[in-house]
């Protein structure tokens, strides 16, 4: 089984979100923040962050002649503020290292720090649209359903799945059409091929889909259980991080005291804050964003 990769590509071109990294006069910087801050973070709230962020260190050298607190404090609501630190450092390798230019191959992009396989690769193809298989939780949907026929992806595994998604780009001579079927792959997971509620009447590709012909299955194998966030560490660390966001300088430890009522999880977090680099401990005691005491 294969999914047409000009059929694909004609939907992409008509029905594709209207999204600035995607704009030709966006720059491979700006594709790479773009990339960053979109992982498990919805384009909804992404957007203004990063056209801030896009007008503010419109360079890899901007970003990186500012202070790490001034960078996690811009991050702001997006989660998963360790992303900030690894982009920040990356920037300074850029700049450093590369002529403040974003290498535009895989291996050198990985060379990066903070810089994985998913990154690498989606700002190989959607930057400098080369050849390299982009796989995130929609294209695993996609070529779970399209091509294997089951219901969901199942776990992950690297290998395997850039192995699936590589037999399926077109091949030639010219690589931008292979970058565009990766963005277009993706974008049918995001728009059509939803996890919960498929649209599929407006799927491009129901036709030649395996899971269509097997009459949609419904899917039988290992789940990821739901998440909640309510409570959790990741939402104190958050609750923690605000109230250095909100203040222009060290707090004492009381001030931190009142974001969470449990005082030995909101210990334990403010300690993997300070492990992650996230938070710094002043000589007398208070703490701050890094870089700002």
Same mark, same amino acid.
Request: proline share 8%; charged share 25%; glycine share 8%.
């Given at each position: @089984?294969?999914?047409?990769?000009?059929?694909?590509?004609?939907?992409?071109?008509?029905?594709?979100?209207?999204?600035?990294?995607?704009?030709?006069?966006?720059?491979?910087?700006?594709?790479?923040?773009?990339?960053? @801050?979109?992982?498990?973070?919805?384009?909804?709230?992404?957007?203004?962050?990063?056209?801030?962020?896009?007008?503010?260190?419109?360079?890899?050298?901007?970003?990186?002649?500012?202070?790490?607190?001034?960078?996690?404090?811009?991050?702001?609501?997006?989660?998963?503020?360790?992303?900030?630190?690894?982009?920040?450092?990356?920037?300074?390798?850029?700049?450093?290292?590369?002529?403040?230019?974003?290498?535009?191959?895989?291996?050198?992009?990985?060379?990066?720090?903070?810089?994985?396989?998913?990154?690498?690769?989606?700002?190989?193809?959607?930057?400098?649209?080369?050849?390299?298989? !982009?796989?995130?939780?929609?294209?695993?949907?996609? !070529?779970?359903?399209?091509?294997?026929?089951?219901?969901?992806?199942?776990?992950?595994?690297?290998?395997?799945?850039?192995?699936?998604?590589?037999?399926?780009?077109?091949?030639?001579?010219?690589?931008?059409?292979?970058?565009?079927?990766?963005?277009?792959? @993706?974008?049918?997971?995001?728009?059509?091929?939803?996890?919960?509620?498929?649209?599929?009447?407006?799927?491009?590709?129901?036709?030649?889909?395996?899971?269509?012909?097997?009459?949609?299955?419904?899917?039988?194998?290992?789940?990821?259980?739901?998440?909640?966030?309510?409570?959790?560490?990741?939402?104190?660390?958050?609750?923690?991080?605000?109230?250095?966001?909100?203040?222009?300088?060290?707090?004492?430890?009381?001030?931190?005291?009142?974001?969470?009522?449990?005082?030995?999880?909101?210990?334990?977090?403010?300690?993997?804050?300070?492990?992650?680099?996230?938070?710094?401990?002043?000589?007398?005691?208070?703490?701050?964003?890094?870089?700002?005491?």
């Amino acid at each position: @089984m294969s999914i047409d990769a000009e059929t694909l590509i004609d939907w992409f071109d008509t029905a594709a979100r209207d999204l600035p990294w995607r704009h030709a006069d966006c720059t491979p910087w700006g594709v790479l923040v773009s990339e960053i @801050m979109l992982q498990q973070t919805p384009v909804a709230r992404v957007l203004p962050v990063w056209q801030e962020w896009l007008r503010r260190w419109p360079t890899p050298s901007a970003l990186a002649a500012a202070t790490q607190g001034e960078v996690v404090r811009a991050w702001g609501k997006l989660g998963y503020p360790r992303r900030a630190l690894r982009l920040h450092a990356a920037a300074t390798a850029i700049a450093t290292e590369h002529g403040d230019e974003v290498p535009a191959d895989v291996d050198t992009l990985l060379g990066l720090p903070g810089i994985g396989a998913y990154t690498a690769r989606a700002v190989a193809a959607f930057a400098f649209g080369r050849r390299a298989p !982009v796989v995130d939780t929609n294209v695993r949907r996609v !070529v779970a359903r399209a091509v294997h026929g089951a219901g969901e992806a199942g776990p992950p595994s690297t290998k395997r799945d850039l192995d699936d998604v590589e037999k399926l780009l077109p091949e030639g001579p010219d690589e931008r059409p292979a970058a565009r079927f990766s963005a277009a792959l @993706m974008e049918l997971g995001a728009l059509v091929c939803t996890a919960r509620t498929p649209r599929c009447a407006d799927c491009p590709i129901i036709d030649t889909c395996a899971w269509q012909k097997a009459g949609r299955p419904a899917y039988t194998g290992p789940t990821r259980p739901t998440q909640r966030y309510g409570g959790t560490d990741r939402h104190v660390r958050g609750l923690l991080l605000d109230v250095l966001r909100n203040t222009t300088g060290p707090v004492a430890k009381s001030r931190l005291d009142q974001a969470w009522p449990k005082a030995g999880q909101r210990d334990a977090c403010l300690a993997s804050l300070l492990t992650d680099g996230l938070v710094e401990q002043t000589a007398d005691g208070r703490f701050a964003l890094p870089g700002e005491h």
